[in-house]
């Protein structure tokens, strides 16, 4: 029965804590997060964390980059211009070090100094996508920044499987030899995993009634968390390149991504963010070095990710305020922020402090950055995105209200 009980107050809280929170504007993420501060050992105690629910956080994790894996579009990725390469490089390396140096003079150690520059130099494709999105911006910038995030993500998660595999006592596989097996595992999962997957889909129907293919894609995540697991890189990477490797190919089959996004979403992704919330000791932020320091790391972030988008963004022949609105968007931080700084406490190279402080900016980031972004770019006309009208609380005749008013202001300024 206690199980049942934990079962009911979790999905209840994902549900109700969000349906109240976003009449503030409050994102879904956060709103989920809030909640398991709330009820978690640090402010209600209804809730502690345990064996079961670790292993369905964890599980929760793996499908948060999967389905981020999914969002991005690996065809574009693999058509990559020169200007994506540029302006990923200034805008991860730039950031990469402002983590390092603001950790490091901190004095948290080099380990989580290092780990500090991997969160800076990552961005959030579930944030920035929504964006882009809801302002309708040019498609070349679109396609720029999208890929070059995509790009980000992808080397930022490399980046922390190599780093984790040499600070972990005594790995599967040795430092030396690891190299030739991550190249492998990359082979494997970029080109054999498609094969695989078809070939079981040529099995299942996706018309069946007991959804053979649903299953086909969960069989495969869950081989590739595996062999992840086995070289000693996170499972969490392994779902990543996952989501990437197949984002393509379930594009075409709608049904099992929405499938996909329904099992995640519905249920494993919010016990993740519930179980963060629940390991984040909000109150340690309430000391004056803490919020120094968490104040510290999110103006750096913040800052050195809109000077590197900055400077990318003119590099490859924009204009100052697109490079500067391109700036801005990279420093939304949300899915790889959270799983690292998950990761960090889990490993010991974080302290309870710096996870709150880093759950604090993904929450500062969700909020303001879209903000910020639409005001650099000059967005006049909004198109309100099914984001937006969740966020809002906006029911379906303020959704046509809203887009008979963006039709008028497209009229007059025609």
Do not use: C
């Amino acid at each position: 029965m206690e199980h049942f009980l934990l079962f009911l107050i979790w999905i209840a809280a994902a549900l109700f804590f969000p349906l109240i929170l976003k009449r503030f504007q409050i994102p879904w993420v956060s709103a989920v997060i809030f909640a398991g501060m709330f009820l978690g050992p640090y402010g209600l105690g209804w809730v502690n964390p345990g064996e079961v629910t670790d292993f369905l956080a964890a599980l929760g994790l793996i499908f948060l980059m999967f389905t981020a894996g999914l969002d991005t579009n690996f065809s574009v990725l693999k058509k990559a211009t020169r200007d994506v390469f540029i302006f990923s490089l200034l805008n991860m390396g730039i950031p990469f070090a402002t983590g390092f140096v603001v950790g490091f003079l901190w004095g948290v150690g080099l380990s989580a100094s290092l780990l500090l520059g991997v969160v800076f130099s990552s961005s959030s494709i579930g944030v920035i996508a929504p964006m882009l999105r809801e302002f309708n911006v040019e498609s070349k910038m679109k396609s720029t920044l999208m890929s070059a995030v995509f790009l980000e993500d992808v080397v930022s998660l490399i980046f922390l499987a190599i780093f984790l595999n040499a600070i972990i006592p005594a790995p599967r596989i040795p430092l030396i030899a690891f190299p030739f097996f991550l190249i492998l595992f990359l082979f494997v999962v970029l080109f054999l995993i498609p094969l695989l997957q078809e070939w079981l889909f040529y099995w299942e129907s996706e018309e069946t009634e007991f959804a053979g293919p649903m299953r086909a894609v969960m069989v495969t995540l869950a081989l590739v968390a595996l062999m992840a697991e086995l070289i000693g890189v996170h499972a969490m990477v392994g779902g990543f390149l996952a989501g990437l490797t197949l984002s393509d190919m379930l594009s075409k089959r709608g049904k099992i991504k929405d499938s996909v996004f329904a099992i995640s979403y519905g249920f494993l992704i919010p016990i993740f963010l519930l179980n963060l919330g629940m390991t984040t000791n909000i109150s340690t932020l309430f000391a004056p070095g803490d919020i120094l320091f968490t104040s510290l790391i999110a103006i750096a972030l913040i800052l050195s990710k809109s000077f590197s988008g900055f400077l990318g963004g003119r590099f490859v022949g924009f204009d100052s305020t697109t490079s500067l609105g391109m700036g801005i968007m990279t420093s939304a931080q949300m899915s790889t922020t959270l799983a690292t700084a998950s990761l960090g406490l889990q490993y010991g190279i974080f302290t309870g402090g710096t996870l709150a402080a880093l759950v604090v900016l993904s929450i500062i980031s969700i909020l303001t950055i879209p903000i910020l972004a639409k005001l650099v770019l000059g967005i006049e006309i909004e198109r309100p995105s099914k984001f937006t009208i969740l966020w809002s609380g906006k029911g379906g005749s303020a959704r046509i209200l809203s887009k008979e008013k963006s039709k008028v202001k497209a009229s007059q300024l025609g």
